[in-house]
């Protein structure tokens, strides 16, 4: 078929969604003989059913992935429906080739009801989501890329450039091969077109398409015995040979068969010619490889333990529990014992976690209780190993697979319990790219159409989720007639209110750091953190410091003129980072990652009194190294844990004793298990406090109860200290007192009466370019569309507006944001046509239910 941007469906008129959503039958057509499929392919902003051949050599199946021409290009696309009789209207002649199978049996039938439900609540595109549920690469797209020829610039020439195409000369040549994709270079300069139309005509760039690089299996060659050869014909190596594949079974890998043989790859080409081996390629799984892990058994329960068990073990079909467990109250055991008999009954289990980071420690201690059935799937896996435990969830084997967000649209078969841990963690919503969905709610249709059990553990549950359980006589706000009819009771509660073997929970001494500096203290560490880290190293004990931020300092000003070293391409200042004490000093941006050097003197007024203002992981870390030599410390966030298995190797050190501290951010609050931590330090709670953002105090109550109850899981009792300039804010005292409910009483009277949610919905579009005036003008002219529409949904309006931080990646950034209260009638209005009246130069994001407003 001839490419058609105007044609997105080649047989009759029906819909996409409506095609994909018929019968099973369709799925279930399997005749190899069949000449024709229709796919569904992404390319350009074009989505739609194209038909096309299948070659004699391929036998393809509805849920393949395919490689298909597509204009000009070579596209990634889904075997939607096996065709036995092309339409009267279309022209055999114009129907083009299937160019391979990249995958087969992706996509099992049960996946487009969940695919779509996806699309259509989070107002997004359905290949958007396909492309976000699929391993990286599967479907890929050509991608147009321009690269600069820079022996075809006469020297001093540019000077003579019009603004754009010096901008964009400029970029490609910042580049070290000179080399970006066009969709880059637009998001970088204004005027792209006709910069590249300039660059074009002189001959100094080119453009061309880059094909699409798919994932394929990893093969590796081995060698099999399948023949017996008499002995007087072999040399006494090619018989040292044939006995190490007899005592291995016959079979073993060539690389493994010569390290143990000690011979050259020609001695067993030879015995192969000879035919009594054979050697062949074969495919070996790549998978993440975790620490070699004893035997683990059931422990015994309590009371607690038991009644949660018992319960979640009885259910039949599809039921939400929220399993609300303080710290140490041995959830991961409750676990852990009730996916045992699924296994058992030939059905799955998916454990959702918040953070990559929680991951290893959870993987390895489900391996020591389930040991190869256990799978992880997280995006910090390469594309290999993401491809290879996608097609091991497919083998319809019971398994237990662990992962973040991204691993609620594994494809597991007969899937009988899906959990989330620490179900309020924000890191379950995806912010960008489309769709912005939650988790937990993806979670809660997955569950829905599986007909099994959904857990939602936490020692500090969300707001949405307590209110859906809204046990009598545990919620009094005063403002429950605003609760509407979604928001009902609708799932279990369950309760572990104790920790296991009965310790206690670690005192919190709330510091006033106010007093410490009234008081001649200066340091960062109050007299009592201080006395508490000395006695750390005489006790042969451990403990954490958590800090809000990572880096050095907050930001770097001048003492003489107040200048801020700001980024160049966001409206933020600038980090001070310092990799150690007296080494290179740098500046780097937190939302772009644009780094400079220190400067020695103010930009601005050249003064040589630069001082660095706030405290991050960084700066505890020195001030330690200053004050307690005798300690050794792990610093713990995103900057030391960049590269592959770095969680997993600090961890490891920390838990072996290597050191006495480990030091680092929000990382530590999320179910990090370390029974040897008798101390928790906050080094500075106002951080967490004082956001201009509705979720500030819920997301600040539950990060500290979080990071206190690393303290005390082991033997020896612990203690946390909580160093604040704000010692009477409300979440400081419920934090101090352990005191869950109470705070959920307060903060949700302030929600009730502000519609926010559990009590309204919220609906942000967020539009971003790097041209002010027209994001400026596209929210404007978006709203105006709006506004006509709202008020019969019920929804309030409230912009447009700059965001709070206005630009970042040099992109300027508007937000609307829809506003309702869950009590009013209506729905909301279409918002994906507003994709329709955006101008190409503006990105729009559609986020449902956002988790910030920031």
């Given amino acids: 078929m001839q490419f058609d941007p105007d044609r997105q469906l080649v047989s009759g008129t029906r819909s996409v969604l409506a095609d994909v959503a018929e019968s099973n039958g369709i799925y279930e057509a399997t005749v190899p003989t069949s000449r024709w499929v229709e796919v569904l392919v992404d390319c350009s902003g074009v989505q739609g059913l194209y038909t096309y051949q299948v070659p004699l050599n391929l036998s393809v199946h509805p849920g393949d992935i395919l490689t298909v021409p597509f204009g000009t290009q070579q596209v990634g696309a889904i075997a939607i429906r096996v065709v036995h009789q092309l339409p009267a209207d279309l022209d055999r002649s114009s129907i083009r080739w299937v160019e391979d199978i990249v995958s087969s049996g992706f996509f099992p039938p049960s996946y487009w009801a969940l695919l779509h439900q996806v699309a259509d609540y989070y107002c997004t595109s359905f290949m958007q989501v396909v492309r976000v549920a699929l391993p990286p690469g599967l479907l890929g797209r050509s991608q147009r890329r321009i690269r ?7 020297p001093g020439a540019d000077v003579f450039l019009p603004a754009a195409a010096q901008h964009l000369l400029s970029c490609l040549r910042e580049q070290k091969q000179g080399d970006y994709t066009w969709h880059y270079l637009q998001r970088q300069v204004r005027n792209a077109n006709r910069g590249l139309r300039d660059l074009l005509a002189r001959g100094w760039v080119e453009s061309y398409l880059e094909p699409p690089a798919t994932i394929r299996p990893k093969q590796q060659q081995a060698v099999t015995l399948v023949a017996e050869p008499p002995l007087a014909s072999l040399s006494p190596r090619q018989q040292e040979i044939l006995d190490v594949l007899k005592r291995r079974g016959g079979d073993l890998w060539l690389q493994e068969l010569l390290q143990v043989c000690h011979v050259s790859s020609s001695v067993v080409k030879a015995l192969a010619q000879k035919g ?33 068990l018992a319960t979640i073990t009885a259910l039949t079909g599809y039921s ?30 998916l454990v959702l976690v918040p953070e990559i980071g929680l991951t290893p420690q959870l993987t390895d201690r489900f391996r020591a209780r389930f040991g190869s059935n256990v799978r992880v799937y997280h995006s910090a896996l390469s594309d290999g190993e993401r491809y290879d435990t996608w097609r091991q969830m497919l083998s319809g084997t019971p398994q237990v697979v662990i992962g973040t967000r991204s691993a609620i649209f594994a494809p597991l078969h007969h899937l009988g319990l899906i959990i989330l841990d620490e179900e309020h963690d924000s890191s379950f919503k995806q912010d960008q790219p489309a769709p912005c969905y939650h988790a937990r709610m993806v979670a809660e249709w997955r569950a829905t159409l599986a007909q099994c059990p959904l857990v939602l553990g936490s020692a500090t549950p969300s707001l949405e989720s307590w209110i859906k359980v809204n046990p009598p006589d545990l919620v009094q706000t005063g403002n429950e007639q605003c609760v509407s009819e979604s928001t009902a009771p609708a799932a279990l509660y369950l309760s572990l209110p104790e920790r296991v073997q009965a310790r206690p929970m670690p005192p919190i001494q709330v510091v006033d750091m106010r007093q410490e ?22 006790r042969g004990q451990q403990g954490l410091l958590f ?19 700001e980024c160049p391409n966001c409206d933020v200042s600038l980090s001070y980072h310092q990799i150690h004490s007296g080494g290179f000093d740098s500046l780097r941006c937190h939302y772009c990652g644009y780094s400079r050097s220190h400067p020695r003197q103010c930009p601005d007024c050249g003064s040589p009194y630069l001082k660095h203002f706030g405290s991050g992981t960084q700066r505890v870390m020195q001030e330690l190294a200053e004050q307690f030599p005798e300690l050794k410390s792990i610093r713990f966030d995103s900057d030391t844990t960049r590269t592959k298995g770095a969680h997993r190797t600090l961890l490891t050190q920390f838990a072996q004793g290597e050191a006495d501290l480990l030091v680092g951010t929000q990382m530590l609050t999320k179910g990090i298990d370390l029974p040897q931590v008798t101390l928790v330090g906050v080094v500075a709670a106002d951080g967490l406090l004082h956001l201009a953002d509705y979720r500030a105090s819920e997301r600040a109550f539950q990060t500290l109860l979080q990071v206190a109850g690393r303290s005390g899981r082991g033997e020896e009792p612990g203690q946390v200290i909580l160093q604040t300039y704000s010692p009477q804010h409300t979440v400081i005292q419920a934090v101090q007192q352990h005191d869950y409910q109470s705070f959920v009483e307060a903060e949700l009277d302030k929600r009730a009466a502000l519609s926010y949610p559990p009590y309204g919905q919220l609906v942000l579009i967020r539009l971003s370019s790097i041209n002010a005036d027209a994001v400026q003008q596209a929210a404007e002219q978006i709203a105006e569309r709006l506004r006509p529409t709202i008020d019969d949904a019920g929804y309030e309006l409230l912009g447009p507006a700059p965001a709070a931080v206005i630009r970042v990646s040099r992109r300027y950034r508007w937000q609307i944001l829809l506003k309702r209260s869950l009590q009013s009638p209506g729905k909301l209005p279409a918002l994906e046509s507003l994709r329709t009246v955006c101008p190409s130069s503006v990105s729009l994001t559609i986020d449902i239910d956002p988790l910030t407003l920031m």
Wanted: proline share 5%; hydrophobic share 35%; charged share 20%.
């Fill in 547 to 565: 800090i809000h931020r990572r880096g050095h300092s907050t930001f770097v000003s001048c003492r003489s003129c107040g200048y801020v070293v």
């Fill in 276 to 308: 009594y081996v054979v050697i062949q390629p074969r495919e070996v799984l790549r998978f993440e490889a975790g620490l070699e892990m004893g035997s683990d058994r059931p422990k015994r329960l309590t009371s607690a333990q038991s009644t949660a």
């Fill in 517 to 538: 500096l009234q008081q001649g203290n200066r340091s960062i560490f109050s007299r009592s953190l201080q006395l508490a880290l000395k006695q750390l190293k005489e």
């Fill in 148 to 154: 600069l020829k820079p022996e075809t610039i006469p």
């Fill in 320 to 349: 939400s529990v929220l399993l609300h467990g303080v710290t140490g109250s041995g959830k991961t055991e409750v676990y852990l014992q009730a996916i045992t008999p699924i296994l058992q009954q030939g059905k799955s289990a």
